[in-house]
Nanobody
């Protein structure tokens, strides 16, 4: 599985940004996908996750109600729509994947990672 994240940038507080993660896999059955972020000096933390063939999405409490995960099967792309951004959302955002039939929330659970995209929210 290969992943490529894009869409980061600089945005003012209260603004919105949409990240994309192109997922390349031989098959998309049993592929769990997660979004994570890492701020300077902090550990990489869970943002949200979904299962490629599932309907459920899960979010960290810190982003619930502001961030939305979606996907476009035709483009093999997952999206992280971020709204009402705050300065504390500033981080490098990563997408990750693992061949698994269950939903995953810990960074150590994932085998494949994209290169990360920087999101900076100014106050």
């Amino acid at each position: 599985v290969q992943l490529q994240a894009s869409g980061g940038g600089l945005v003012q507080a209260g603004g919105s940004l949409r990240l994309s993660c192109t997922v390349s896999a031989r098959t998309y059955n049993n592929v769990a996908v997660g979004w994570f972020r890492q701020a300077p000096g902090k550990e990489r933390e869970f943002v949200g996750s979904f299962h490629w063939n599932g309907d459920r999405t899960d979010y960290a409490d810190s982003v619930k109600g502001r961030f939305t995960i979606s996907k476009d099967n035709a483009k093999n792309t997952a999206y992280l729509q971020m709204s009402n951004l705050r300065p504390e959302d500033t981080a490098v955002y990563y997408c990750a994947a693992k061949r698994s039939s269950v939903y995953l929330y810990d960074r150590s659970d994932y085998d494949y990672w994209g290169q990360g995209t920087q999101v900076t929210v100014s106050s």
